[in-house]
């Protein structure tokens, strides 16, 4: 879809993992309110000023990556493309010599070959520049799970063809928007920070709520709950190394809310525990609970609450008959002590939790690292069972 807006805003495309796309345009319309935004398939496309994208960006959670779209070209043949893309204004958004990504998507193009294409785009930066531009490719930080710390980073390109029209998009957020920085321990699955956020809007959770996490693993759900509206204005986003961008004025850090519901980390190693504590207080919120506890010696510490975990699947936990035992004694666990709460629990998909007093309320399809998942919303107590 194109966007017709006033002159001084430009088209942008925020992008949801799968299974989180309401909950980005839910996103969006609140950290950009009065902006024309229209869903489409993998994101939401947004009309906004430039300033209004800047100071929205230390919001945005559930969002993986926001593009702006610069051009729409049309081409047949390669000479064609490199010239109408060096004449595009890529000064407003690279440095030449800058380092760079080119990620390049093409269907139903004659000119289809993307490792050409990109060598292409590569050509044009640097025509256009007047310096050649070092091309970068994921796989050479592949090992790492945060962004690079590096005096100016790669910009990162998009290049998407359709039936011969070559859209070019430039990364206005960076790494830093799904990685927030405090991540640095992790155990063997670890769940990214944009799904979890996700999965704390899915389930409709708001700091007045007590929630747990009984599995939590390097602390992921509570150090993003504890976040939830923070302002990352300290963070650096791509888009603030832009050379048509004013240096941003020095701000204080926004501390997570106090007097917020309570918030609690459990899990049964004390070794991810005390990389959980670590982890948040990276994030600025070593203020939360971390408990080393075993889910089913736990007790609720409140009457009601949201229970959203993330427990262990797959090949962690050996033959089919261990997965039936753990969904089954999850499921007898939930019904029996969590009375009254209410749980959201992330599982393979076409995975069933049932036992007397428990209820699936919603089944949410996501993806989590390429592998299906579902979350299941639960309605616990008297009554709920299947």
């Known amino acids: 879809m194109k966007i017709q807006p006033d002159p001084a805003c430009r088209a942008w495309f925020a992008v949801a993992s799968p299974g989180l796309e309401d909950a980005v345009a839910r996103e969006v319309e609140r950290v950009l309110p009065g902006c024309a935004f229209f869903p489409e398939k993998g994101g939401v496309l947004v009309s906004a ?3 209004q994208v800047r100071r929205a960006l230390p919001l945005l959670r559930v969002t993986a990556r926001l593009w702006q779209r610069v051009a729409q070209t049309r081409g047949r043949a390669f000479g064609e493309l490199e010239r109408k893309w060096a004449a595009l204004p890529w000064e407003a958004y690279m440095r030449a010599g800058q380092s760079v990504r080119i990620d390049v998507t093409t269907h139903r193009c004659r000119l289809h070959h993307t490792g050409a294409l990109r060598e292409r785009l590569l050509d044009a930066l640097g025509k256009r520049l007047g310096q050649p531009c070092t091309l970068l490719r994921d796989t050479d930080d592949a090992n790492s799970h945060e962004p690079a710390a590096e005096a100016r980073p790669a910009a990162r390109l998009l290049v998407r063809g359709e039936q011969d029209a070559f859209e070019l998009s430039v990364d206005a957020g ?16 670890p769940l990214r920070e944009t799904l979890a956020a996700g999965l704390l809007h899915l389930a409709g959770w708001t700091p007045a709520e007590p929630l747990v996490d009984p599995m939590c693993g390097a602390g992921t759900i509570p150090i993003e709950a504890a976040l939830l509206g923070v302002d990352r204005t300290q963070a650096r986003f791509a888009m603030d190394d832009w050379p048509s961008m004013t240096p ?6 926004q501390a997570p809310a106090a007097g917020a519901g309570l918030v609690l980390g459990c899990d049964r190693d004390p070794q991810m525990v005390d990389k959980a504590r670590r982890n948040a207080a990276r994030a600025g919120a070593d203020t939360l609970r971390f408990e080393a506890q075993t889910f089913e010696a736990l007790a609720p510490p409140a009457p009601s609450g949201l229970l959203l975990f993330n427990p262990p699947y797959g090949h962690r936990l ?7 035992r753990q969904w089954r004694d999850l499921a007898k666990t939930l019904a029996l002590r969590w009375q009254g709460w209410r749980a959201g629990v992330l599982v393979p998909q076409g995975t069933r939790l049932e036992a007397p007093g428990l209820r699936t309320v919603r089944d949410h399809p996501l993806k989590n690292g390429g592998l299906p998942v579902s979350l299941l919303e639960l309605a616990i107590g008297p009554g709920a069972g299947p």
């Open 49 to 51: 000023r430039v300033e």
């Open 174 to 189: 960076g790494d830093t928007l799904a990685f927030r920085g405090y991540r640095l321990e992790i155990g063997k699955a």
């Open 248 to 253: 941003r004025a020095p701000v204080m850090t």
């Open 318 to 324: 050996g033959g089919p008959s261990a997965v039936t």
